[in-house]
């Protein structure tokens, strides 16, 4: 999933119209929800509970776009990478597959 923001040397100014048309002529196959805030007094609560999350491994500000984050079956933040990190990186791969090994949650 992808989260457009602004927040980054205005890098996403276009309107969330703009911005999937941008993403489906690049091929995109993942969802891309409407441009959200991640950094300073409106930043929307899912970035409120990342960048305040407990372990400091995942908490902190974003450092720039295309920071990446892993949340399990549960909605717990697991892992975090920065933005040079590519997707197909061998760590997200093998997080992704323990995550996904994971024991379902009870009622899921």
Not at 34 to 62: C, F, M, R, W
Not at 67 to 93: C, F, H, M, N, Q
Request: aromatic share 10%; proline share 8%.
């Amino acid at each position: 999933m992808a989260f457009p923001a602004n927040n980054f040397g205005k890098q996403e100014p276009g309107t969330n119209s703009e911005i999937k048309a941008f993403c489906d002529g690049k091929g995109v196959t993942f969802e891309v929800f409407e441009k959200v805030s991640v950094k300073g007094d409106d930043k929307v609560p899912l970035y409120q509970y990342l960048t305040g999350h407990p372990n400091k491994e995942i908490a902190g500000e974003v450092p720039w776009n295309f920071t990446k984050y892993l949340i399990g079956r549960d909605g717990t933040a697991l892992a975090k990478w920065g933005p040079k990190t590519l997707p197909e990186d061998p760590s997200i791969v093998e997080a992704i597959e323990k995550a996904i090994a994971a024991d379902k949650p009870k009622g899921g």
